[in-house]
């Protein structure tokens, strides 16, 4: 889980609590307080709670934890004469920006705070940068009042953030820490993606930012731009930049977007989120009445709608609020643990083998003594091997196991190709899944459980593996099987039979034909049989 390191003088302060209280509050936010010295808190937030990753996010949590401020907080925003106009960009299509003045940058304390909060997002919903990349700049020294997101030849130059001389962007990507850790995630046909103002590049994401837009303790009011691969992660990432800053005294400028699907940023989106008051307390074993509901969410710092049915107003900074379960547990949280009261049960269950579990373990046991050694192979496999439909992989590792196997035949005819040189006979059995198309649907596909029996030596017989097999299923069931010819592409025509149990088929056996042979490389012939285990288990 991620972990922030915040002042506990500054948090002791704003949230009016001692540290006992903090830990305790915290705690029940699922986030643990560990101390780090004397001045500072080391805090590990839950991985879904990414509001938390800053201390504004962590002052409003707390406050509403503690009953001191309810529901969602109303923040100023306002609007602006500020543009950001967004141009075609292969790699990074989607760019957002916006202004947020007031802000307060101590050079040790909410500077840090900042910065620390910008690379916890770039981390988690930003997936390294490869998803979503942040840029704040001192608006101070911005050029103008449109900006442009759009893309650059390599060649394009400007002084890159701590240095003192401008270099070209090929060189920052090629010479700069930064560059080297996340230069090729954005270059597309020798061009990069830039922020730019009137007098030129003010950041290359997801790479590094302008020195002459850097942010100081002076800095006052912030040009914040996320770009990224994914317009909702953008959104998101934005809202909980600029409603952090808002927390602690921010003010949130409004900017107008040109070539994206909204027509201002920051978007604060909102949703709604709608629950059955019944199944919370059912879900919970608790009994809150609807008026109490509503103020343990508010305690959340979120809003209730209570028109024909209940609903939550789940805002910006709660990018974690998906469905009916997340407003169950933040209930939980606000309402406390420590009330829910502890049943006392006692009980003495003997464990037992499923009846699946004692049919696969006496067929193995039955085989072992048959004289046949038990392998184990790869669900996925190299669909040149199979036979008749193959759920293929979209994105395979490696064309050796771009599919998923149908049959545990192919593993087997592999396995004996491999061991050719072994001791003859070689005789060997798997139990084990396979995927097929559903009988019962018509696109779908559905594991089933298979036994496959093979033997391999310099002379066989279908007499060699019909006899041991005819054995091992009468001393599983107790009733013989019956055989009926059958003909496919895989067994040879005339050497090869249906298994019949109690009118039912459960599997093939036979002699394998020279075509699959020659397809696995096999010089010797091979016996071989396979059984539905979810027939077997039906017929039992």
């Known amino acids: 889980m991620p972990t922030i390191n915040l002042n506990k003088w500054i948090l002791q302060d704003l949230t009016r609590l001692n540290e006992q209280e903090l830990v305790d509050y915290l705690f029940r936010l699922k986030s643990e307080v560990s101390p780090v010295n004397q001045d500072e808190y080391s805090i590990e937030v839950n ?58 940058l101590n050079p040790d304390l909410y500077l840090k705070e900042l910065i620390q909060f910008q690379e916890k997002l770039h981390d988690t919903i930003g997936r390294r940068r490869k998803k979503v990349a ?69 950041s290359v994401p997801p790479v590094i930012n302008s020195d002459r837009t850097r942010i100081t303790e002076n800095t006052r009011s912030l040009l ?56 919370v307390n059912r879900r919970l074993g608790i009994n809150v009445s609807k008026d109490e509901a509503v103020t343990l969410i508010r ?30 547990e933040d209930i939980a949280m606000a309402y406390g643990y420590d009330r829910f009261t502890l049943e006392s049960r006692r009980g003495m269950v003997t464990g037992s083998l ?68 072994s001791r003859f006979p070689v005789k060997i059995f798997e139990i084990g899944e396979v995927v097929r198309r559903d009988e019962n649907k018509d696109t779908n596909y559905a594991n089933a459980t298979r036994l496959a029996v093979a033997i391999m030596d310099s002379k066989v017989s279908y007499e060699m593996l019909q ?17 009926r010819r059958v003909d496919n592409d895989i067994l040879m025509k005339g050497r090869s039979a249906e298994i019949i149990l109690r009118h039912e088929r459960v599997g093939v056996i036979g002699e394998a034909n020279p075509e699959i042979l020659r397809s696995f490389n096999l010089l010797y012939p091979v016996l071989l049989a396979e059984l539905d285990l979810d027939a077997l288990r039906r017929v039992i």
């Open 354 to 421: 499923s009846e699946k579990s004692e049919i696969y373990r006496k067929l193995r046991t039955l085989l072992i003594g048959a004289g046949f050694q038990e392998i184990y192979t790869l669900v996925l496999t190299k669909s040149d091997y199979q036979r008749g439909e193959v759920v293929r992989i979209a994105n395979p590792i490696s064309v050796e196991y771009d599919s998923v196997r149908n049959s545990l035949l192919w593993n087997s005819l592999l396995f004996l190709s491999n061991n050719q040189h």
């Open 47 to 104: 991985a879904d709670r990414l509001d938390m990753l800053s201390l504004g996010g962590i002052v409003r949590a707390l406050k509403g934890i503690t009953g001191r401020e309810l529901g969602e907080p109303k923040y100023t925003v306002r609007d602006t004469d500020y543009v950001l106009e967004v141009e075609r960009v292969p790699s990074r299509p989607y760019a957002l920006a916006c202004i947020v003045y007031n802000v307060k």
């Open 224 to 279: 914040i731009d996320v770009t990224g691969t994914n317009f909702d992660s953008v959104v998101e990432t934005m809202d909980l930049l600029v409603t952090g800053l808002a927390e602690l005294g921010g003010i949130i400028g409004r900017i107008k977007v040109k070539g994206m699907n909204v027509e201002t940023s920051p978007v604060l989106r909102h949703t709604l989120v709608p629950f059955s008051l019944e199944d």
């Open 134 to 202: 942040i840029g704040i700049h001192d608006l101070q020294k911005v050029e103008g009042k449109v900006i442009r997101y759009a893309p650059v030849p390599l060649s394009t130059t400007f002084v890159p953030l701590y240095q003192e001389k401008e270099m070209s962007v090929k060189d920052v990507l090629q010479e700069t820490p930064q560059g080297k850790q996340y230069g090729n995630i954005s270059v597309w046909d020798n061009y990069s993606p830039a922020i730019m103002d009137e007098k030129g590049i003010l």
């Open 467 to 483: 006899s041991p097999l005819h054995q091992v299923l009468l001393n599983l069931l107790g009733i013989a099987p019956s055989y």
């Open 299 to 328: 305690r959340m710092r979120m809003e209730v709608e209570t028109g024909d049915g209940l609903a939550v107003v789940v805002p910006p900074y709660r990018v974690d609020i998906m469905n009916y379960t997340d407003v169950a």
